[in-house]
T-cell receptor, first 116, second 111 residues
Framework: SAVISQKPSRDICQRGTSLTIQCQVD?????MFWYRQQPGQSLTLIAT?????????ESGFVIDKFPISRPNLTFSTLTVSNMSPEDSSIYLC?????????????FGQGTRLTVV | KQEVTQIPAALSVPEGENLVLNCSFT??????LQWFRQDPGKGLTSLLL?????REQTSGRLNASLDKSSGRSTLYIAASQPGDSATYLC??????????FGAGTTVTVRA
């Protein structure tokens, strides 16, 4: 299994500012994913964080709004830029299992963001 | 695009009853299916993973079945307890490790 640490666990931010969320994994992983969970909704994939190249974004998400860094195989950051109240959500990073038969997904504890 | 639906959206049962949570998906070409538990304002805890070649998985009081051809999975929780109160999420995995989530079933177990 993988242990994932996310920071911060929660934050309250002013609209128009940016917040960077960190995700640290206790082992090297090829793929890392960032998900968003808006209030009362389920999880939606934002992007795949690729080591050594630009992140791959899902439809409806753009790099200018959600820039992602992946400097090595154990760490990634997601920035929520120019925030508005609609960005209030839980943001979670995730990694898949590392074995051929171990494809279980693991999640960090999430970052609860409130934009006021 | 994979669409995942969970029924019911909410469920309230007295302690001791068995729980049956349903998940359906539109594209049967799945890699795996995973059930998660989420407590309010928290992250996700993995409960069970079913590979696409498997029909069911069991862990303690939990049993999950998978019928790929009909696009369905069911999570059974035996002898429910108040500590089982949470939101249960079904997630369908593709071969690129991306997950498509259902909206969840919120369970309340009354003491």
């Amino acid at each position: 299994s993988a242990v994932i640490s996310q920071k911060p666990s929660r934050d309250i931010c002013q609209r128009g500012t940016s917040l960077t969320i960190q995700c640290q994994v206790d082992s090297q992983v090829t793929m890392m994913f960032w998900y968003r969970q808006q209030p009362g909704q389920s999880l939606t994939l934002i992007a795949t964080a690729n080591q050594g190249s630009e992140a791959t974004y899902e439809s409806g998400f753009v790099i200018d709004k959600f820039p992602i860094s992946r400097p090595n195989l154990t760490f990634s950051t997601l920035t929520v830029s120019n925030m508005s109240p609609e960005d209030s959500s839980i943001y979670l990073c995730s990694v898949p299992g590392q074995g051929v038969w171990n494809t279980e997904a693991f999640f960090g504890q999430g970052t609860r963001l409130t934009v006021v | 695009k994979q669409e995942v639906t969970q029924i019911p959206a909410a469920l309230s049962v007295p302690e001791g009853e068995n729980l049956v949570l349903n998940c359906s998906f539109t594209d049967s070409a799945i890699y795996n299916l995973q059930w998660f538990r989420q407590d309010p304002g928290k992250g996700l805890t993995s409960l069970l993973l079913i590979q696409s070649s498997q029909r069911e998985q069991t862990s303690g009081r939990l049993n999950a079945s998978l019928d790929k051809s009909s696009g369905r999975s069911t999570l059974y929780i035996a002898a429910s307890q108040p500590g089982d109160s949470a939101t249960y999420l079904c997630a369908v995995g593709s071969n690129d490790y991306k997950l498509s989530f259902g909206a969840g079933t919120t369970v309340t177990v009354r003491a």
